[in-house]
């Protein structure tokens, strides 16, 4: 082993250097990570969105994930979800990504279907799911879908993308984590049809190679393609780790460029968490499926994001609870991993603590 070569290649980037994919042009490594705020009004966004997510891009975030985005109404995860399957829901959109912009941050939206748990149901109208398998007894038991439901979601998507399109975001994350609809189809625990959609593993992904492509329609070439997975089911009759790989790879091989790593969702269990609790899952896909991979869990300081990104563990790291706590944590803590980096100029003034802390 060349030993130099080796420690070169680990040290090359840090957490504040730029990051390129197609037209991605993050000015730091640090990613704002889809949250749920439960704000929205009937799907569309308010004044409340604009100032969370223009203050973390003030705030120096590299990239901004605007959170889960329903492809439809009945998609939403609750009545308070943003949505985007109406034209008028643009408009709002398209005014954080512009301000992001001026900023710059760079904006992704992440596209996402709640299927089976969803909290709109009734036992009139049960939500969806690829079998009828209920989440646990707080939610509504689902209905089975027919191939028709699943034309309509791929399609669903689709327009979703291209609205995403028309509001200017640079990037589309799918949401195929946290049990949510396409992380139920993926699963065993969730899935146990008999048709092209489930069974073998090749099938459970039918669906998202269905949307990757559907989306691919209308969404540029150049523009970047993402993936969020729960890449740990928490139970031994689910996917493992080795069946990640496979389903990212064969995203990566009709298209995605990114996968963003979480964990869980798909069936209940309490989660052991600690800091940087997902990191192994993330560098394990990013060494066998060679994509680039967003990382995180309770990673708190940059120190800790630093080494992430310099070992090579991670192309990008979330802070999702940290950046609510400190949204300005880009730009405050720069100098512990000693970045120079541009403040915003009204915010000039306070980048050196004098002496009696003024």
Known sequence: MNYNKVKTEATMSGLYDEFKMKNLKLKNRIVLPPMCTNMANNGFINDWHFVHYSTRAIGGVGLIIVEATAVSEEGRITKDDLGLWD????KGLKKIVEFSHSEGASVALQLAHAGRKSDLGSL???????SEIGFSSDYILPRKMSKEDISEIVENFKRAAKRALEANFDAIEIHGAHGYLINQFLSPLSNTRTDKYGGILK???RILVE????????WPSDRALMLRISADEYDELGNNLDDFVEIVSTAKSEGVDIVDISTGGVVPKKIMTYPGYQISHAEYIKQNSEISV???GLVTSVLMADEIVRNRRADLVYMGRELLRNPYMPLTHSKKVFAEIKWPTPYERSKVVRKFGF
């Open 87 to 90: 034209d008028e829901q643009i």
């Open 124 to 130: 009139e109208n049960r939500p969806l799911a690829p």
């Open 211 to 218: 949307i990757v492509r559907a989306i691919k329609e209308v």
């Open 203 to 205: 099938n459970r992904l």
């Open 294 to 296: 967003i990382a995180g």
